[in-house]
């Protein structure tokens, strides 16, 4: 009996932990498909629904920049924003509040586009971002 218990446990076991990789690249898809559906809100709110915006979920090892929650760069297809995976979110953050700050970093990114077509410098951005909308701070 514990033979054929072993026999059938094993290969559960075994094949479980090989699909746990794939959950993590599953959380990476289902968070930009959330992210996509907050920009494509923000976008009608901001009149900015003609411009084509795309926003991936990354990992800050594969992000421009490693060290940002959000950035936004500007590709010749349009504007592409790139956000933190909540898994590499501080620990002491509950989901709830992982969810909550993609949302705002992804409005903070919006508004990053709207000061670039106003001709707004880059080092002026964040300040004002903040002034208008405090909520949007980025950690």
């Known amino acids: 009996m514990k033979r054929f218990l072993l026999s059938f446990l094993i290969p559960l076991i075994l094949s479980s932990c090989a699909v746990a990789p794939l959950r993590g690249e599953d959380s990476l898809a289902k968070q930009t498909r959330h992210c996509?559906?907050?920009?494509?809100?923000?976008?009608?709110?901001?009149?900015?629904?003609?411009?084509?915006?795309?926003?991936?979920?990354?990992?800050?090892?594969?992000?421009?920049?490693?060290?940002?929650?959000?950035?936004?760069?500007?590709?010749?297809?349009?504007?592409?924003?790139?956000?933190?995976?909540?898994?590499?979110?501080?620990?002491?953050?509950?989901?709830?509040?992982?969810?909550?700050?993609?949302?705002?970093?992804v409005v903070h990114e919006v508004l990053h586009i709207l000061l670039i077509k106003a001709g707004v410098p880059t080092e002026n951005q964040d300040p004002i971002i903040e002034a208008v909308r405090p909520g949007v701070r980025v950690p």
């Open 36 to 105: 996509q559906k907050v920009l494509w809100y923000e976008q009608k709110q901001f009149e900015l629904d003609q411009v084509y915006m795309t926003v991936q979920v990354k990992h800050p090892a594969t992000m421009t920049d490693h060290y940002a929650w959000g950035t936004v760069h500007l590709e010749p297809g349009g504007p592409v924003i790139e956000i933190m995976a909540m898994e590499d979110y501080p620990a002491a953050m509950s989901v709830k509040e992982r969810r909550h700050q993609q949302d705002e970093i």
